[in-house]
């Protein structure tokens, strides 16, 4: 099987949880600002646990900030870019090889 290192330019086709997050701008103000890790995704939403509760955010409208822990890189993402099974997407990397 192939790696493919995890950074800010390919970070579209990886796994995303476990990440640091931030979300940067939405289309729902009550959720920007929500900073923690992404315990869940789906096709349509991400799920960042902050504190002790998960806050549900849908991908669509909504700008992401993630840290990679591997390079301590900090790329800004539109969630529109995530939408789609996270399974596709990550499937995906290895087709474009």
Do not use: A, C, Q, W
Not at 22 to 47: A, C, F, H, L, Q
Not at 48 to 61: A, H, L, M, P
Not at 66 to 77: L, S
């Amino acid at each position: 099987m192939v790696r493919v290192k995890r950074r800010g330019s390919n970070l579209r086709y990886h796994e995303i949880l476990g990440l640091p997050v931030r979300v940067v701008s939405s289309i729902d103000p009550g959720i920007e600002g929500v900073e923690g890790m992404v315990v869940n995704e789906t096709m349509k939403t991400i799920e960042i646990r902050v504190g002790g509760r998960e806050v549900v955010t849908f991908k669509s409208g909504t700008r992401y900030r993630f840290k990679i822990p591997e390079t301590g890189e900090v790329v800004d993402i539109d969630g529109d870019m995530l939408l789609g099974r996270p399974e596709d997407r990550v499937r995906m990397v290895l087709k474009k090889r």
